[in-house]
């Protein structure tokens, strides 16, 4: 038997052993109302349902429901109605689409920066020699073999007629970072030589480029999160914040939540004076048009209001 005929038995093995069957939109509103979920509006309940799978609605469950640990297991806490899931779903759909947008803002701002030195020292295709980075041959080849993977699948037009007039496959720095994804463009800041590393983030006072490396990765993650609509709002990040040491900005907040990456995203903002997209406005007006949410689930501080960043 070969590899992918073993693959495919396992496969086949595990579908075997899955016995849950397809549930009607009814049916899951009647799991819901088993489970002591308040239902006041059935036809309302029954569209969303329609509307957001629900397994996806499920991961919104876990706040009203008894802990795993209890004789009540999957039970609906006392007076949760599916009015209160609805409400938290969409929350985090907001939170999510202004921390999109905002990383989108930092990323642009990175993207524009590495291009600029990097080519001003180097020339349009001094990234293709190892020499200017600080790297072993290894990592540089997966970089460079990611950068070729990602470009060569981009269909932008102004890809395709650089191509054309220029006979290339390669491409110049200011064109690739256009199209590398977020996660390769920090795996690229990671092996720029440490004096480049600090003028790609000269704006950003009291950060060093250690801390911004991980920064730039735990941000990478969490736009993914946003750009495939997952839960975010009382995530326990699996890539933590790395806390600057002599900044009392960072001090005293849990760096594997949410809020952490709030302060961090609004520094950077301010730091390179990206006032416009008004942010830490948005954030507040999100919590007063929500004000049930449990922002310490995402890890907000005690006196959140009048530390740091938020003053």
Same mark, same amino acid.
Request: glycine content about 4%.
């Given at each position: 038997?070969?590899?992918?005929?073993?693959?495919?038995?396992?496969?086949?093995?595990?579908?075997?052993?899955?016995?849950?069957?397809?549930?009607?939109?009814?049916?899951?509103?009647?799991?819901?109302?088993?489970?002591?979920?308040?239902?006041?509006?059935?036809?309302?309940?029954?569209?969303?349902?329609?509307?957001?799978?629900?397994?996806?609605?499920?991961?919104?469950?876990?706040?009203?429901?008894?802990?795993?640990?209890?004789?009540?297991?999957?039970?609906?806490?006392?007076?949760?109605?599916?009015?209160?899931?609805?409400?938290?779903?969409?929350?985090?759909?907001?939170?999510?689409?202004?921390?999109?947008?905002?990383?989108?803002?930092?990323?642009?701002?990175?993207?524009?920066?590495?291009?600029?030195?990097?080519?001003?020292?180097?020339?349009?295709?001094?990234?293709?020699?190892?020499?200017?980075?600080?790297?072993?041959?290894?990592?540089?080849?997966? =970089?460079?073999?990611?950068?070729?993977?990602?470009?060569?699948?981009?269909?932008?037009?102004?890809?395709?007629?650089?191509?054309?007039?220029?006979?290339?496959?390669?491409?110049?720095?200011?064109?690739?970072?256009?199209? =590398?994804?977020?996660?390769?463009?920090?795996?690229?800041?990671?092996?720029?030589?440490?004096?480049?590393?600090?003028?790609? =983030?000269?704006?950003?006072?009291?950060?060093?480029?250690?801390?911004?490396?991980?920064?730039?990765?735990?941000?990478?993650?969490?736009?993914?999160?946003?750009?495939?609509?997952?839960?975010?709002?009382?995530?326990?990040?699996?890539?933590?914040?790395?806390?600057?040491?002599?900044?009392?900005?960072?001090?005293? =907040?849990?760096?594997?939540?949410?809020?952490?990456?709030?302060?961090?995203?609004?520094?950077?903002?301010?730091?390179?004076?990206?006032?416009?997209?008004?942010?830490?406005?948005?954030?507040?007006?999100?919590?007063?048009?929500?004000?049930?949410?449990?922002?310490?689930?995402?890890?907000?501080?005690?006196?959140?209001?009048?530390?740091?960043?938020?003053?």
């Amino acid at each position: 038997m070969t590899n992918f005929q073993e693959k495919l038995q396992d496969i086949k093995n595990q579908i075997n052993k899955y016995d849950k069957k397809h549930k009607t939109f009814d049916e899951q509103l009647e799991i819901l109302k088993e489970r002591g979920l308040l239902i006041s509006n059935a036809t309302y309940a029954i569209t969303k349902l329609n509307h957001i799978n629900y397994y996806r609605l499920s991961a919104y469950f876990l706040p009203f429901q008894h802990k795993k640990s209890s004789q009540e297991k999957n039970k609906f806490l006392s007076n949760t109605s599916f009015e209160n899931i609805i409400q938290l779903y969409y929350f985090d759909t907001e939170l999510r689409k202004i921390i999109f947008e905002a990383i989108e803002v930092i990323e642009i701002y990175f993207r524009t920066q590495i291009s600029y030195f990097h080519a001003k020292e180097f020339g349009p295709y001094g990234y293709l020699d190892i020499k200017n980075f600080k790297t072993n041959q290894d990592f540089f080849g997966k =970089i460079i073999t990611l950068i070729t993977n990602e470009t060569s699948r981009s269909e932008e037009e102004f890809i395709a007629h650089f191509r054309d007039k220029y006979q290339t496959k390669d491409l110049p720095i200011w064109t690739l970072v256009e199209v =590398i994804s977020f996660g390769t463009l920090s795996k690229i800041y990671t092996i720029l030589k440490t004096d480049e590393q600090k003028i790609v =983030i000269q704006k950003l006072k009291g950060i060093n480029n250690s801390v911004f490396k991980n920064w730039l990765h735990a941000l990478s993650v969490i736009r993914n999160i946003c750009a495939h609509h997952s839960r975010l709002w009382n995530k326990t990040l699996g890539v933590k914040f790395e806390v600057p040491r002599k900044m009392s900005l960072f001090q005293n =907040i849990q760096n594997d939540k949410i809020f952490f990456a709030l302060n961090v995203i609004e520094y950077i903002l301010t730091c390179i004076d990206e006032d416009e997209l008004e942010f830490k406005i948005k954030i507040q007006q999100l919590l007063e048009k929500y004000p049930y949410i449990d922002k310490k689930a995402m890890g907000f501080a005690d006196g959140w209001q009048n530390m740091g960043v938020w003053k």
